[in-house]
């Protein structure tokens, strides 16, 4: 038995295994002078999709174990300034 079932009594995932899912992810830094650093990445660059695995992505006790694939494609942008 699988460890979480559909609504209509089906196992979840489907015969309780995963198909493999990997993502592309890209991050770059560029100091601007000895003090200033910028940054930037784009997680999940081709946008894939992840199989359903409600106990990863459900998480457990409201902390989620890893959102890759469950939130699509995302940029982070920054700056870090040290004194």
Request: proline residues 6%; positive net charge.
């Given at each position: 038995?699988?460890?979480?079932?559909l609504?209509?009594?089906?196992?979840?995932?489907?015969?309780?295994?995963?198909?493999s899912?990997t993502?592309?992810d890209?991050?770059a830094?560029?100091?601007?002078?000895?003090?200033?650093?910028?940054?930037a990445?784009?997680?999940?660059?081709?946008?894939?999709?992840?199989?359903?695995?409600?106990?990863?992505?459900?998480?457990?006790?409201y902390?989620?174990?890893?959102?890759?694939?469950a939130?699509?494609r995302y940029?982070?942008?920054?700056?870090r300034?040290?004194?």
């Amino acid at each position: 038995m699988c460890a979480s079932r559909l609504a209509d009594g089906t196992d979840a995932p489907n015969g309780c295994r995963l198909a493999s899912f990997t993502t592309f992810d890209l991050s770059a830094r560029y100091n601007m002078s000895p003090n200033l650093q910028l940054f930037a990445a784009i997680n999940n660059v081709l946008d894939k999709v992840a199989p359903l695995d409600p106990l990863t992505y459900g998480g457990l006790s409201y902390n989620p174990m890893d959102a890759s694939g469950a939130i699509g494609r995302y940029l982070k942008v920054g700056a870090r300034y040290q004194f």
